[in-house]
Nanobody, 120 residues
Framework: QVQLVESGGGLVQAGESLRLSCAASGRIVSIYVMGWYRQAPGKQREVVASITGGGTTNYADSVKGRFALSRDNAKNTVYLQMNSLKPEDTAVYYC??????????????WGQGTQVTVSS
């Protein structure tokens, strides 16, 4: 089993910054992709950013130029630096990882979610 532990959410004002962290632990052979999704009240969960083991990143158009995702493979941890935050960034942010746990098994895992609230 694999656990994803998130930290770093909170309440900030528009224009400020936050950094989210997500650490994966447990039975891990390798992690193909890690990333962040978010879900605002009344809306569907959407992808924010993702990063492969090789370091290739992808971002939602709404966060390009403001958010930066990085990964420490030795620690199985990703960091989402969020700058110039806007009220529309308010949501619960979920860490996600696609993990190879044995030679023949890979699964998708989710963190418990961390609240990010941006006031205007």
């Amino acid at each position: 089993q694999v656990q994803l532990v998130e930290s770093g959410g909170g309440l900030v004002q528009a224009g400020e910054s936050l950094r989210l962290s997500c650490a994966a632990s447990g039975r891990i052979v390798s992690i193909y992709v890690m990333g962040w999704y978010r879900q605002a009240p009344g809306k569907q969960r959407e992808v924010v950013a993702s990063i492969t083991g090789g370091g290739t990143t992808n971002y939602a158009d709404s966060v390009k130029g403001r958010f930066a995702l990085s990964r420490d493979n030795a620690k199985n941890t990703v960091y989402l630096q969020m700058n110039s935050l806007k009220p529309e960034d308010t949501a619960v942010y979920y860490c996600n990882a696609f993990v190879r746990s044995t030679s023949s098994r890979s699964d998708n895992y989710w963190g418990q979610g961390t609240q990010v609230t941006v006031s205007s």
